[in-house]
């Protein structure tokens, strides 16, 4: 029996026109045929009218196109923010952050926080770079507080954290930011522009893995950041520019066409990730779930200060160990097993050996990542088809 629901259980509140947004700015009218489409603008160069005279603001497509600008113009409108920038990936954004950084600096980084952060910065900021990374825990800003020295130039923010989706207090994180002039960021791709909105709680930058729920079909990789100061916009487009991690425009056409519907589709994974969250807690072949919705989250009640819904990620720990958990994933029909979420589809994995296989083991133990631990993105699909088949691979996996 699938439990009826009200839009309040699962959305605590709205952004103010948040599709009319998505869908009119910075997207005007073709001026010459009247295209309501922005056109993919294809050239690499442009022409100039004298030497260092260009036509526009364009002068080559790695540092800017009308396809990407009118995106861009989007995507700030819809974090709050006055400036963006996009990549090919949200990793090509994270790098650009932290190419900021320089030789003998610090950063305080999430300890529980996307793999591939993780990974770079483990393998990349520490060891090439000489910027000393301290993972932390976060949710007690304390924490924070504590580990903060003259070095310190940059505090990462991800919140839901990435597998066991601890909330992070933004406000107070980026208030103790400000006092020692650190600059904050916070990794938005879990909630999405349309659940949280971390430049009105006070971060200097915005980044999102435009992969999953901006592009929401599985069909684009792509990365952006955001931003209101002028002077660090100006150093993060320096970074950006030089490095080459700009995105085709093709991938800039696929992501403006998904935001027009962002707001339906993170809707309807909100509430069938709330309807299936309570299905799993009411299931005895499941130990643990970990869902921002649901009160039994530790931190639900920042959750409904901080974030306008619970999200379309679930975390939950199967009962027994590895050997259970892959007769799991075997007898599922509905979900595929596969990494990424934010796409319509429903999407499973274990991330010990998938998503946070290159985090060390010791670190993936003391934060809860054990072999039973299994990441769930939540789809629009049919909620009930999805109950029902969790429920079969369940039986079949003990």
Wanted: charged content about 20%; hydrophobic content about 35%; glycine content about 6%.
């Amino acid at each position: 029996m699938i439990p009826q629901v009200q839009e309040s259980d699962y959305l605590y509140s709205t952004p103010k026109s948040f599709s009319t947004r998505a869908i009119h700015t910075g997207q005007h009218a073709e001026p010459i045929h009247g295209s309501v489409n922005v056109p993919i603008h294809l050239s690499t160069t442009y022409k100039q009218k004298a030497p260092g005279q260009p036509y526009s603001s364009f002068d080559y497509t790695r540092c800017g196109n009308p396809t990407r600008a009118a995106l861009e113009e989007c995507i700030a409108d819809l974090e709050n923010s006055k400036h963006c920038i996009t990549f090919s990936s949200g990793c090509a954004a994270m790098s650009c952050i932290i190419n900021i950084c320089k030789h003998g600096e610090q950063i305080i980084c999430c300890d529980d926080v996307y793999g591939g952060t993780q990974r770079y910065m483990r393998n990349f900021t520490v060891k090439n770079h000489g910027i000393e990374v301290l993972f932390v825990d976060i949710t007690d800003p304390e924490n924070v507080a504590k580990a903060v020295t003259e070095k310190t130039k940059l505090i990462w923010i991800e919140t839901p954290t990435n597998p066991t989706l601890k909330i992070v207090d933004i406000a107070a994180v980026c208030k103790i930011a400000k006092e020692n002039k650190i600059l904050s960021v916070v990794d938005n791709t879990f909630a999405t522009p349309y659940l949280q909105t971390p430049r009105d709680l006070g971060a200097d930058i915005t980044v999102n893995s435009g992969t999953k729920y901006m592009g929401g079909h599985s069909d684009v990789v792509f990365g952006s950041l955001t931003c209101n100061d002028k002077e660090l916009y100006d150093r993060l487009f320096f970074s950006a520019k030089s490095q080459g991690g700009c995105p085709s425009v093709f991938d800039c056409y696929l992501i403006m066409r998904s935001l027009k519907t962002l707001e339906l589709r993170v809707k309807q994974a909100t509430k069938n990730a709330y309807i299936f969250a309570k299905y799993l807690e009411s299931n005895p072949l499941v130990e643990k779930v970990i869902y921002p919705g649901l009160p039994s989250h530790p931190q639900h009640e920042l959750v409904k200060r901080q974030q306008r819904g619970g999200g379309a990620m679930i975390s939950f720990y199967v009962k027994g160990g590895f050997e259970e958990t892959s007769k799991l994933l075997k007898a599922l029909k509905i979900f595929t097993l596969a990494e990424s979420l934010g796409g319509v589809e429903s999407l499973i994995e274990v991330p010990s050996v998938m998503t946070h296989g290159s985090v060390p083991v010791d670190v993936r133990n003391q934060l809860g990542i054990t072999d039973n631990l299994v990441r769930v993105s939540i789809g629009i699909e049919n909620v009930e088809d999805l109950i029902n088949d969790m429920e079969e691979a369940l039986k079949a996996s003990h």
